[in-house]
């Protein structure tokens, strides 16, 4: 018996809602992922993680390869029991982090060769190692290791084709690396921003054999209407009855427009990020709680919400914390703006469920407003 | 009838253990104050602090007057309401904030003249603002605007004595200017490291009636020799049947000293400090957990200790969070070192019931060694 299944449950137009079974618990899809990069929500702990409800975390391997080391971390049985998480986990390979942070890159067919930004010795990365070291984190999902680049397709089709083609040989030599019968691997389409490669890429990583499927490189740069077309042209070629991952995207608007595509994961930084840099999610758009206006509010961040921050804490106190920069006010505002994203995850998933998601999405639309202009991927380390 | 009031129920030598009853609840003594300089204790939420057994916080009136002001925190109800924290507060004046981290410092008759650390700008603080300002915050203790004087005697004996002179006149208009019923206020000795100073401060100080009294300045620089003499000599004057409250200190080892002279609370940001920069409190001593040695250490930071970081997270995975600046890190280390102070004072309470304060005493300081070599006051902002 396969310890990882998923069910497509119910849909309504390309979008659909269902269950991801791992052998820590049962996902129902549409998910967000709030991001642990280095096993911890940024001051979140595990308990009030499980109160607001998330149902899988990520983790990036690369980063914990680095630190602490992916033998501290199997010493501890993996990340469930080293964490206190013991719900899912699921660890990118972090080659995103490497060729977007990392100095002196060299990809080669072998895999990529950098400089640590961590202590600026020179690393090598290869498909293989990735598994390794994802297998001894124990993840209930793993990576494979990809290549991403994010070319304008007139400019640079040549490179993103040879990335593409690259991605598909070290996915290939990842699958026949990977051991273990607990956790799922992942597959990844590349293709830069051309349809064409896209499909392609979608094409032959689907007759691989993988667990599931995502697009990688998105949300650094392409506009919305060629990321719709470059997540549709994928789905055409990906098989139906496998999760589709869109990996470190993004704004509420983000979310909805890709579950009406059929998009089933999400991760992205910007619950928390957003949070500490005061800005806080609501249905009617986002509010900056920092600003002056909100110097003597005494109202939660938003009245309905049902988080542990909006139950007992004011606008004025959340503002003056994130003011003097206490640590607690980066936690209540991270707080809050999972909770709002767990929030909107579940409506939209109940929308599929009574086929009303165009509806739920309109009006998710109309409420956030025309998109906010916030940073949509990672700026920074994840 | 007071809402405060200050019970002596058990003495073992000059250690004394007893009931402080403010309008927000009983403080079981002695008793350490967590320090919440702006109104949050470095990451931890109110429940995490009632869960760890807190008795009492401590903000600085100072630093809440900067930001976000008193008036918000009035607006809101006061602290309580404020920052969710419901059981009693303390505020400090900030006099000893000001005296040693504002820029171009100027102390006349009538106040403290200073610039602003925060925003440069010019400002005056008197006894009558202090007061004023504490009690729109609204804790259930307030203290004196006191003039902190760390000089050696025989260099600057006149300026102690100048400095000492002056908070007695400012405690008189302190007493003055305070107004409410259901807040107490304390007076602060002063005197430099000088015996004579100090013995009259307190002889001056305890005939003005204040509700309780502290040592200033000390923890600044004075051997632990001459601090037992300039605790003594106070002692020595100031009433028995009132609070006594050594400020800004210190070490567990510092504590039971202090105890054993009969102080009554104390407050320090040792815990929370030194927590976040890896140095955890044993009974054995202080366990430096981001040391190598703790790389891959299965056990809790204490093994005997029931808090909540040492019943479900390793040495391994504290090293690893502290190392990588994640904020749940400093965030649990905080809450172990918290509950460590919390019941070293529990049992020093259950010894002088017990008359057994000496040989505890003994106990612990022989079991945590040589003093550590930490720095025993604030080194920044408070």
Redesign the interface.
């Known amino acids: 018996m396969r310890a990882f299944a998923f069910e497509v449950r119910a849909e309504d137009g390309l979008a659909r809602s269902g269950r991801l079974v791992t052998p820590h618990g049962v996902i129902e899809t549409p998910a967000f992922m709030p991001v642990a990069t ?8 595990p308990e009030e993680l499980e109160r607001l409800g998330a149902q899988i975390l990520l983790s990036n391997a690369y ?1 914990l390869h680095e ?3 992916e ?2 971390v199997a ?2 049985g993996g990340l469930h029991p ?3 998480w013991k719900g899912p986990w699921l660890t990118d390979s972090g080659g995103f982090q490497i060729t977007s942070l990392a100095a002196r890159v060299r990809i080669d067919e072998e895999g990529v060769t950098f400089c640590s930004p961590h202590d600026g010795r020179r690393r090598t990365l290869t498909p293989e190692k990735a598994i390794q070291v994802q297998e001894k984190l124990g993840a209930d999902v793993a990576m494979v290791l990809d290549e991403c680049v994010s070319d304008d397709v007139a400019t640079a089709s040549l490179r993103s084709r040879a990335a593409m083609e690259r991605t598909w040989r070290w996915a290939e030599r990842s699958l026949r690396a990977h051991r273990r019968v607990d956790q799922a691997l992942f597959g990844i389409v590349q293709g830069g921003y051309s349809p064409v490669l896209r499909r392609k890429s979608a094409q032959i990583t689907s007759t691989l054999g993988f667990d599931g499927h995502a697009h990688g490189g998105l949300g650094l740069g392409e506009n919305a209407a060629q990321r719709e077309e470059l997540i549709a042209v994928a789905h055409e070629a990906l098989p139906r009855h496998l999760p589709r991952y869109l990996m470190g995207l993004g704004r509420p608007s983000d979310l909805v427009q890709a579950i009406a595509q059929g998009v089933d994961l999400f991760d992205c930084v910007i619950p928390t990020r957003n949070g500490r840099h005061g800005i806080l999610f609501t249905r009617a758009g986002t509010l900056a709680v920092r600003n002056a206006r909100y ?2 509010d ?1 109202s939660p961040p938003e009245e309905s919400c049902d988080c542990s921050t909006c139950s ?3 606008r ?2 959340l ?3 994130l ?2 920069n ?6 209540l505002a991270a707080i809050h703006n999972l909770r709002f994203y767990r929030r909107l995850l579940e409506e939209a998933r109940a929308a599929i469920r009574g086929r009303s998601f165009a509806t739920f999405r309109t009006g998710v639309l109309d409420a956030l407003g025309a998109p906010a202009r916030e940073p949509q991927a990672e700026g920074g380390l994840r």
Not at 38 to 45: L, P
Not at 326 to 331: K, L, N
């Open positions: 280095f096993g911890a929500v940024r001051g979140i702990s980063h630190r602490p080391g033998d501290v010493q501890a080293f964490t206190g110097r003597s005494p007992r804490y004011s004025a106190y503002r003056h914390l003011h003097v206490e640590a607690f006010g980066a936690r």
